[in-house]
């Protein structure tokens, strides 16, 4: 199991951008799909975007298609979110998600990063 930390989260105005990243402490990520998710205060967590092993599928949430964009470098064990015309309704945090090949089940979870947009 991949051991996740999530950063570049922040405080940012309506209209702005962030770059969040996450990293494996341990091992490689090259046999994992992975995905972000959000959880607002009084929500339940939701999916915002994910990509292949490979980095040659993406998906993405409704609400972030053409805002968002995630990629992959596997040299650097690191996924990253670009987040580009953030809303305030985009404040949540962030938790980067690992989904092996294998079992196709998120199975490892960083501890999240908090995103405020302020409007």
């Known amino acids: 199991q991949v051991q996740l930390v999530e950063s570049g989260g922040g405080l940012v105005q309506a209209g702005g951008s962030l770059r969040l990243s996450c990293t494996s402490s341990g091992r490689t990520l090259s046999s994992y799909a992975m995905g972000w998710f959000r959880q607002a205060p009084g929500k339940e967590r939701e999916f915002v975007a994910a990509?292949?092993?490979?980095?040659?599928?993406?998906n993405y949430a409704d609400f972030v298609k053409g805002r968002f964009t995630i990629s992959r470098d596997n040299v650097k064990k690191t996924v990253y979110l670009q987040m580009n015309n953030l809303k305030p309704e985009d404040t949540a945090v962030y938790y980067c998600a690992g989904r092996p090949v294998i079992t196709n089940k998120y199975d490892a979870w960083g501890q999240g990063t908090q995103v405020t947009v302020s409007s």
């Open positions: 990509i292949s092993w490979t980095g040659g599928n993406t």
